[in-house]
């Protein structure tokens, strides 16, 4: 059964559905870009929780008119109008207080989501209001979305997606330095627009899959993890679509397996997982990538040092130094150093002084952007021209004859 749903073999609606998610984690992976190099992640929480009341009011509206009060499209545009009302609100509190942009976000998160709970409750009163199935908006369902549901999911989520790569190189400009796309005659205030404006589609179309709880978090997480692969916006922008839009289709798959456990947590799971394998293993940023980092940092400093004491004569007393050397071949088991020892010993202490002459005497910007290394452990001809070399060691040799 869970082969058949990660192939799509459940049928033509169970593939529909996939496809739709999937397109959703893209867009949410896309849009969480902009939102994260803009340091503006939270608004898509104001935005998530500010639906509610909207989705409740919908379906009161729909219901009062004699409409089917599950119509998705009616549903979608009151959580639109409710969000933007919230985005609103937080624009206004930031711009005409002295509060900032995290207290305006935490005011209308709390008052919108509060306003909502109370109309679900008194909707659950009514004698259609236990049919509405709206509390599937607050943690996702994707087992009996229609037909119908799910192209519209899939249409918006593929709009969303074309917008976030056609105005790319715009909303990348004002995400890193809106100052400056402002003097290359870019809208600063349109372009935010924007990105706000796609965040809250996404958020919108997600609450149905997602849930309105759980979208933040498929804003955000997959953007985080692509973070640890890359320093690049273009790469950072493609890996989050690929990682919303994997962890959609994985998390889809998983909740048609089991169809009893709601969507939304199941996607930010998987979302999750994702982070926890880029955390750990991405090749510069990773945990395991720094912890081998520093042991090879550790492992040079001891090597370093223990081959300064051998071109001195002087006793190692460190223990791992001794193993390393030893492993290394530059000494024997009883501390002697070895013909490659000595070897090495020489050109280490001859590196070092050569680093201790030119910081005294003739550095420049060649280590301007490194004075924090240890100069010793690094090999000088690989920093230094040959005739900078040389004229280090003439210095040295003529204050060793003087």
Not at 182 to 196: N, P, T
Not at 387 to 398: F, G, K, M, P, Y
Request: net charge neutral; hydrophobic share 50%; proline share 2%.
């Amino acid at each position: 059964m869970l082969w058949q749903s990660l192939t799509l073999q459940l049928g033509y609606n169970a593939t529909l559905v996939s496809f739709g998610v999937t397109l959703l984690g893209i867009a949410a992976g896309l849009a969480g870009t902009y939102l994260y190099l803009r340091k503006n992640s939270l608004v898509s929480d104001a935005i998530s929780h500010a639906t509610l009341p909207g989705l409740v009011i919908a379906f009161l509206v729909m219901v009062a008119f004699g409409g089917d009060g599950r119509l998705l499209v009616g549903l979608l545009t009151g959580a639109t109008l409710s969000a933007a009302l919230g985005l609103y609100c937080v624009s206004l509190l930031t711009r005409k207080t002295r509060l900032s942009q995290d207290a305006a976000i935490g005011a209308v998160l709390s008052t919108f989501f509060s306003f909502g709970v109370v109309l679900l409750t008194f909707i659950q009163a009514l004698p259609i209001g236990h049919q509405a199935g709206l509390q599937n908006f607050l943690l996702g369902s994707t087992a009996g979305m229609l037909w119908n549901d799910a192209m519209v999911i899939t249409g918006l989520a593929l709009a969303v997606t074309l917008v976030l790569i056609v105005f790319r190189r715009p909303m990348r400009l004002v995400a890193f330095d809106a100052s400056y796309a402002q003097a290359l005659g870019y809208r600063v205030g349109a372009i935010d627009a924007v990105i706000l404006g796609v965040t809250l589609t996404v958020t919108v179309i997600g609450m149905s899959v997602v849930g309105l709880i759980l979208i933040v978090a498929l804003l955000i997480i997959p953007t985080v993890a692509a973070r640890f692969w890359s320093e690049k916006s273009d790469v950072i922008f493609t890996l989050s679509g690929i990682f919303g839009g994997a962890s959609g289709y994985i998390g889809a798959a998983l909740s048609g397996f089991a169809p009893n456990l709601p969507a939304g947590p199941i996607i930010v799971l998987v979302a999750f997982v994702i982070f926890v394998i880029s955390f750990l293993l991405a090749p510069e940023r990773g945990v395991l990538a720094a912890t081998l980092r520093f042991w090879s940092f550790q492992t040079r400093v001891h090597l370093t040092q223990g081959l300064l004491a051998l071109a001195q004569d002087r006793p190692i007393y460190e223990p791992k130094t001794r193993r390393l050397l030893q492993r290394s071949g530059y000494i024997r088991a009883d501390g002697v150093a070895t013909d490659d020892g000595r070897e090495q010993a020489f050109k280490t202490l001859q590196n070092e002084r050569r680093w201790s002459f030119w910081k005294q005497h003739l550095e420049g910007d060649v280590l301007s952007a490194d004075t924090s290394m240890v100069h010793s452990l690094i090999d000088i001809e690989s920093r230094l021209t040959a005739d900078q070399i040389a004229e280090i060691d003439n210095a040295l040799l003529n204050e060793a004859t003087s």
